[in-house]
């Protein structure tokens, strides 16, 4: 069984940035594909980024973005924490959602189906 709790959530103007974090336990971090979802009020929640667990090269992982984040969200994860985090700039008010770290051995699989969810931080645009 894998926990995940994020935080880093809050309230931000239009334009700042925010960096969330999502701590994992219960198995091997390195071996777990992590992503970042998002829910919006009266939408359906929808990934926002995704890493892989197995590095391309040292330190480089395969990512996912979303259309709508590409070049104003990052996801990283540092294996000697057990974190995942996902740096959020430029934001805008349609970026207002509950956010959502899951995990999943495989990679297909967390950008889709994953097998793990966190409990959710709120990002409120707060212009």
């Known amino acids: 069984q894998v926990q995940l709790v994020e935080s880093g959530g809050g309230l931000v103007q239009a334009g700042g940035s925010l960096r969330l974090s999502c701590a994992a336990s219960g198995r091997t971090f390195s071996r777990l594909a992590m992503g970042w979802f998002r829910q919006a009020p009266g939408k359906e929640r929808e990934l926002v980024a995704a890493i892989s667990w197995n590095a391309i090269s040292w330190n480089v992982y395969a990512t996912t973005y979303a259309d709508s984040v590409k070049g104003r969200f990052t996801i990283s994860r540092d294996n000697a924490k057990n974190t995942v985090f996902l740096q959020m700039n430029s934001l805008k008010s349609e970026d207002t959602a509950v956010y959502y770290c899951?995990?999943?051995?495989?990679?297909?699989?967390?950008?889709?189906?994953?097998?793990?969810w966190g409990q959710g931080t709120q990002v409120t645009d707060s212009s």
């Open positions: 899951a995990a999943d051995g495989i990679y297909g699989a967390v950008k889709t189906v994953p097998g793990y």
